[in-house]
């Protein structure tokens, strides 16, 4: 028995997954259990002759997942308690006072909005309390920014914040200084599109499970790339809810007799996880296309193993593969 697997063409879409997986077994006539180490959702069983081959292609539709907004606008305001205007001069609000203090005691620096989505601005600001106790309202230009750091991409002179591209919603520090006071504040910055972060962009892939399991910027994470060598890609990986990094997390199929039912056969696979949906499809031959969905079935699952059983497994041969989607 030979295992043989097939070419695998790939339509992807972020915005929902369904692939087909295809093997092809090689089968002397003598047995009609595929075998254990089989890797993917196509298994075939040739019931009553020999023959063997395959060459099945896998398909992806489009469907849900998030939506990804192509560009942002927000509109930076000065924030925080006072209303000045952008490039306005520090103005004494504690009344009364006809001298300036010449230290302050601390500074509260905000952003306006505190959220926003990856790639927008956001308009910094604050106030600072001074030694003699008045607050002191500051523009965004009043106040000495540090160098920014993810994911903040620039902070401009005026205090307008730029965000980075964001893999997951990522809470952003920045820092400030009015003359001998500094503080610090934050805003969250939103992951508004899952396919847009460095090298992971643009690949089909949601950036965060990418990060999750090989870092950022690794090329290891490419979605037709088979890392840990069990046979299925990432893309295939991230689809049928797999450890894209762990050869023993594999979706298998194998194909069993039903004892004393000589026209029954049992389809054996997993693992099922939540979120995802399987059918089993079927040809009488393998090449002679299409792939007709099973019906008249019985299902039963223990734990994350699934059990189909075609109770019209009466012909010459039959294959069988195993559909998985991921809304
Ligand atoms: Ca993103
Ligand atoms: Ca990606
Ligand atoms: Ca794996």
Not at 202 to 207: E, K, N
Not at 294 to 307: H, K, M, P, S, V
Request: net charge negative.
């Amino acid at each position: 028995m030979k295992i043989k697997p097939s070419s695998i063409g790939c339509q992807r879409s972020l915005r929902s997954r369904s692939i087909v997986f295809a093997y092809a077994v090689e089968y002397n006539g003598r047995r009609n259990v595929c075998p254990a180490t089989m890797f993917a959702g196509l298994a075939f069983v040739i019931l009553y002759a020999s023959a063997g081959f395959a060459d099945v292609v896998s398909t992806v539709d489009g469907g849900g997942q998030r939506v990804s907004s192509a560009s942002y606008t927000m509109d930076g305001s000065v924030g925080g308690i006072g209303g000045l205007s952008a490039g306005g001069s520090v103005t004494n609000s504690g009344g009364g006072s006809s001298t300036q203090p010449a230290a302050a005691k601390s500074l509260t620096v905000n952003a306006t909005p505190s959220s926003i989505d990856e790639g927008s601005t956001s308009q910094l600001g604050g106030w600072a309390v001074m030694d003699d106790d008045s607050i002191t309202m500051l523009s965004g230009a009043d106040i000495t920014w540090d160098a920014p750091a993810y994911p903040i991409a620039s902070i401009a002179s005026n205090g307008l914040l730029a965000a980075s591209a964001v893999y997951t919603n990522t809470q952003a520090t920045f820092s400030g200084r009015y003359l001998d006071a500094t503080g610090d504040g934050h805003l969250l910055v939103l992951d508004s599109n899952p396919d847009n972060y460095g090298i992971y962009a643009g690949d089909s892939l949601p950036d965060w499970w990418q990060v999750q399991y090989f870092g950022v910027n690794n090329p290891n994470a490419a979605p037709g790339t088979d890392l840990d060598g069990d046979g299925q890609d990432n893309f295939f990986e991230f689809t049928a809810g797999l450890v894209p990094t762990d050869s023993q997390s594999h979706f298998a199929l194998r194909i069993e007799p039903v004892p004393g039912q000589p026209a029954l056969r049992n389809l054996v696979f997993s693992p099922i996880i939540a979120g995802r949906t399987y059918s089993v499809e079927y040809r009488d031959a393998l090449a002679t296309p299409p792939w007709i969905s099973l019906a008249g079935t019985t299902q039963t699952d223990n734990g994350d193993e699934r059990t189909v059983t075609d109770t019209g497994a009466s012909g010459l041969r039959k294959f069988y593969r195993v559909k998985v989607e991921k809304p």
